[in-house]
């Protein structure tokens, strides 16, 4: 700790992000990667892109892509906000439209960058326990605070919520902006988007990083009433101009384009997490129902920090949480064909 650091920065707690090891013939399944890469439209595009052009900035507002997230979401480009990946739209969010004099609810299991942007923005932040079986209760999220957010499907449980209660918990809380982080929603969860034209406290944010392949591009957006996505605009133009580049504005615009590679991407990660799911339960895991890229499971007979190294040795990386309700559990991403195997294949060895 330096001297020269303000106050604030002192008391800052950061995220971990999923480690990224160097490891020789690993097999990486613990940062939710989508197991294909990208479509070869997406290539084309940034190829063609990576040109003299590149001395030029990008499109500030990025219109192009926002013309093309409208079109698709059946929503008008006002209804649209662009961000360096997820991460930071839900950074202005938490800015700008959460009510800083109360608290902000979230899942007691769920993503852990939520508490740090409470935290760096000086939000208070209430989390709210799921179910036994990790399941959200909408119940649960009635009474006075400053908004809400959850991801649908949550992470890392990989539950998801029916839309009709997200809709429960988006029409009891009228006074506060409700956020639905779908960053995994194509993997078989419902999209909120349909809702955001009823509702003008909903906001829905995605990114291209899991099922369009695009984790290093880092685009991210919300959609949701104009009133909101105004506000956003303010706190992005007041703090990055430019959040996409050239290159990822291209790239996001092509994977939109090719409709029939992003069914054959999703499909495959849907096959393969029934088939994980199948091999974990017939050796003894208890497997929480995902509907994202990954499960989360655990062993009865096995500490989930045993399990996780006992993998490691094995040049097996998976997600472990040294935290209450979770730490014996495993989030496992789903990986390709042979990653699945590698993955089957050790774990009777171990358990």
Not at 89 to 101: E, N, P, S, T
Not at 120 to 126: K, N, S, T, V
Not at 325 to 340: F, P, V
Request: charged fraction near 25%.
């Amino acid at each position: 700790m330096s001297r020269f650091w303000s106050p604030r920065v002192k008391e800052l707690t950061p995220y971990v992000p999923g480690e990224q090891p160097k490891l020789k013939d690993l097999v990486k399944l613990n940062t939710n990667e989508h197991p294909l890469g990208p479509s070869p439209k997406v290539l084309e595009a940034i190829r063609a892109e990576a040109g003299d052009n590149l001395r030029l900035y990008p499109d500030p507002n990025g219109d192009v892509l926002k013309a093309k997230l409208a079109d698709y979401h059946g929503v008008s480009t006002k209804q649209v906000f662009l961000g360096n990946g997820s991460d930071e739209v839900l950074a202005h969010i938490f800015f700008g439209l959460f009510q800083h004099g109360k608290p902000v609810l979230f899942p007691d299991i769920t993503y852990s960058f939520y508490p740090v942007y409470c935290g760096i923005y000086h939000i208070e932040a209430r989390a709210i326990p799921v179910a036994e079986d990790f399941s959200i209760r909408p119940e649960d999220y009635a009474g006075d605070c400053g908004g809400i957010i959850f991801p649908n499907p949550n992470a890392p449980s990989g539950r998801a919520l029916a839309l009709s209660d997200v809709e429960r918990i988006v029409a009891g809380n009228p006074d506060v902006v409700v956020v639905i982080d779908e960053a995994y929603v194509d993997f078989g969860a419902e999209s909120a988007i349909k809702l955001v034209d009823r509702y003008p406290n909903l906001l829905v944010t995605q990114t291209l990083s899991k099922s369009r392949s695009l984790a290093g591009l880092r685009v991210g957006f919300a959609v949701g009433h104009e009133d909101l996505i105004e506000a956003l605009e303010r706190v992005k133009n007041s703090f990055n101009s430019y959040p996409l580049d050239r290159l990822a504005l291209v790239g996001a615009v092509a994977a939109y384009d090719d409709e029939d590679y992003f069914r054959h991407a999703t499909d495959y990660v849907i096959r393969e997490r029934q088939r994980v799911t199948a091999g974990l339960e017939q050796l003894g895991f208890d497997v929480v129902p995902s509907a994202a890229n990954f499960v989360l499971a655990r062993h009865p007979g096995h500490a989930g920090a045993d399990l996780a190294a006992a993998l490691r040795e094995r040049s097996i990386i998976v997600r472990h949480f040294s935290k209450p309700r979770i730490e014996d559990h495993l989030r496992i991403t789903i990986g390709s064909e042979a990653q699945n195997d590698a993955l089957l294949g050790a774990l009777p060895d171990i358990v």
